[in-house]
Nanobody
Framework: QVQLVESGGGLVQPGGSLRLSCAAS????????MGWYRQAPGKQRELVAR???????NYRDSVKGRFTISRDNAKNTVYLQMSSLEPEDTAVYYC????????????WGQGTQVTVSS
């Protein structure tokens, strides 16, 4: 069973940086893509960034140029480097791993809180 453990969240001042990590265990078949989502209070969960097996990357417009997603396939880990953080980035951040072919899976982490405030 694939399980995800996130780390790296916390409180940071506007303009600061944080690095989130998401380590997967129990993986036998590699995921097709790995991503980060976030959910602010009273809002729907939204895609932040996603990286595919061919290293194709998608970012939501509001984080382009500030956030960088990367993956270490050997460690089954996905990272999200966040810089120039803004109060609007405050949310619970979740990582997600998906595999479409058999054996397929779609797994979520437990979430890590990121708070940007002075």
């Amino acid at each position: 069973q694939v399980q995800l453990v996130e780390s790296g969240g916390g409180l940071v001042q506007p303009g600061g940086s944080l690095r989130l990590s998401c380590a997967a265990s129990g993986i036998i078949f590699s995921p097709d893509d790995m991503g980060w989502y976030r959910q602010a209070p009273g809002k729907q969960r939204e895609l932040v960034a996603r990286i595919f097996s061919g290293s194709v990357i998608n970012y939501r417009d509001s984080v382009k140029g500030r956030f960088t997603i990367s993956r270490d396939n050997a460690k089954n880990t996905v990272y999200l480097q966040m810089s120039s953080l803004e109060p609007e980035d405050t949310a619970v951040y979740y990582c997600n791993l998906r595999r479409r072919s058999y054996p397929s899976y779609d797994v979520w982490g437990q979430g890590t809180q990121v708070t940007v405030s002075s």
